[in-house]
């Protein structure tokens, strides 16, 4: 199991505004941890990326940057 999320932590998206982010790896645990509410996991993955949700906008906006990124 290690070495599965070694695997996916050397895999890194460049973002169009040059910041690299383990989406695979947030993505990974955003899907594993069913427990978690919509806005916890939505956070969880801006944390990844270093970003602030403060908004439902900015949350539709971040799971839609996700999507194209998986797409």
Request: glycine share 2%.
């Amino acid at each position: 199991m290690d070495n599965f999320f070694g695997k996916i932590f050397s895999k890194k998206l460049l973002l169009h505004y040059n910041k690299y982010i383990n989406i695979k790896y947030a993505y990974y645990i955003y899907h594993q941890n069913k427990s978690m509410k919509r806005m916890e996991k939505l956070n969880f993955l801006a944390y990844s990326q270093n970003l602030e949700i403060k908004n439902k906008k900015e949350a539709i906006s971040l799971q839609q940057r996700i999507d194209k990124l998986l797409n």
